[in-house]
Nanobody
Framework: QVQLVESGGGLVQTGGSLKLSCAASGSIFRIYGMGWYRQAPGNERELVARITSGGITNYSDSVKGRFTISRDNAKNTVYLQMNSLKPEDTAVYYC???????????????WGQGTQVTVSS
């Protein structure tokens, strides 16, 4: 079994900051790319940022320069530092990872349960 558990969401005012964390646990042999997605009410889930196992990052245009994704491979954890938050950043944020299972060495994509981020104007 592999689990992704997110934390760090909440309510913040426009211009504020939040840091999300997502820790992977369970029968993990290897973690490939990790990322953050978000879904606002009535919208499709969209990519926010991704980071490869080697640390290469990419961001959606809407968050470039404001958000920073990072990972701690020793802790199997990915982070999303969100600065200069705007009301349009309000959404449920999900983490995502490609993980090779140590039980059967099968690789699958895993999702966290989501954490709510609300930015008030």
């Amino acid at each position: 079994q592999v689990q992704l558990v997110e934390s760090g969401g909440g309510l913040v005012q426009t211009g504020g900051s939040l840091k999300l964390s997502c820790a992977a646990s369970g029968s993990i042999f290897r973690i490939y790319g990790m990322g953050w997605y978000r879904q606002a009410p009535g919208n499709e889930r969209e990519l926010v940022a991704r980071i490869t196992s080697g640390g290469i990052t990419n961001y959606s245009d809407s968050v470039k320069g404001r958000f920073t994704i990072s990972r701690d491979n020793a802790k199997n954890t990915v982070y999303l530092q969100m600065n200069s938050l705007k009301p349009e950043d309000t959404a449920v944020y999900y983490c995502n990872a490609g993980i090779q299972n140590s039980m059967n060495y099968r690789s699958d994509t895993y999702w966290g349960q989501g954490t709510q981020v609300t930015v008030s104007s």
